[in-house]
């Protein structure tokens, strides 16, 4: 079989490298970033790269200790736990620095049973099965504002606690009120875990995704 790309016959940037830098040359001109701690920059370029929207940095809220906390966790060879397969597949291996395990519980067999006795949703229900690896571990949800609830909860009952969370739900129902549970986590309950979300309605696997991305490794290419 012989394989040869077509003609060129439009005017457009095809170098991956060149795209990369050109792209993150526009957010940086476009957005602002000075309301969030400096060495979170990049984890919100990628964001806002991942979303194709540069307003979106306006919306974000990083604590002061998350790229540290999340970053020297992955070192240590912590998991990342997520909600979502998109999510565990948006995740590019080649930046974990331990090769660290991506997980979701989501297609587990029992989890409809869980649902179904907890009066919840799958990717609420799938959380229950974390056990002990949600002891400093990376969490993200990018997907269902249940799960994020979930895991709010699950610390309030005295669970483990992960080293940072990303919480980016996205949606109508919730997802906005997740999020700023989320973010008042510390002021309301004094439970201080290292976060990362997108306040409104915006959110999901792709944005989630690019965080994991930017804080399993600083190098932006």
Not at 24 to 47: C, Q, S
Not at 71 to 85: C, K, N, V, Y
Not at 96 to 121: H, S
């Amino acid at each position: 079989m012989d394989v040869a790309r077509p003609p060129k016959r439009y005017p457009y940037v095809d170098d991956g490298a060149a795209i990369y830098l050109d792209s993150f040359a526009t957010i940086r001109r476009e957005a602002g970033f000075a309301h969030l701690p400096a060495d979170a920059e990049r984890v919100a370029v990628r964001m806002v790269h991942g979303s194709g929207q540069t307003d979106l940095a306006a919306d974000l809220e990083i604590h002061p200790g998350l790229v540290a906390a999340a970053r020297g966790a992955l070192q240590a060879g912590a998991p990342i736990l997520t909600d979502a397969h998109m999510v565990a597949s948006g995740v590019t291996r080649a930046r974990l620095p331990r090769d660290n395990e991506v997980l979701c519980t989501l297609r587990d067999p029992r989890v409809p049973e869980l649902a179904t006795a907890f009066g919840t949703t799958r990717s609420a229900a799938a959380l229950a099965l974390w056990g002990d690896r949600l002891d400093g571990a990376v969490v993200a949800i990018g997907n269902a504002p249940t799960a994020l609830f979930h895991l709010l909860e699950m610390l309030l009952d005295g669970g483990p606690r992960p080293a940072a969370i990303v919480g980016v739900p996205v949606g109508f129902i919730g997802a906005a009120e997740s999020k700023q549970a989320l973010a008042a986590l510390a002021a309301d309950h004094g439970i201080d875990v290292p976060f990362l979300t997108v306040h409104g309605r915006r959110g999901g696997s792709a944005i989630a995704a690019s965080a994991l991305n930017a804080l399993a490794q600083e190098a932006e290419l």
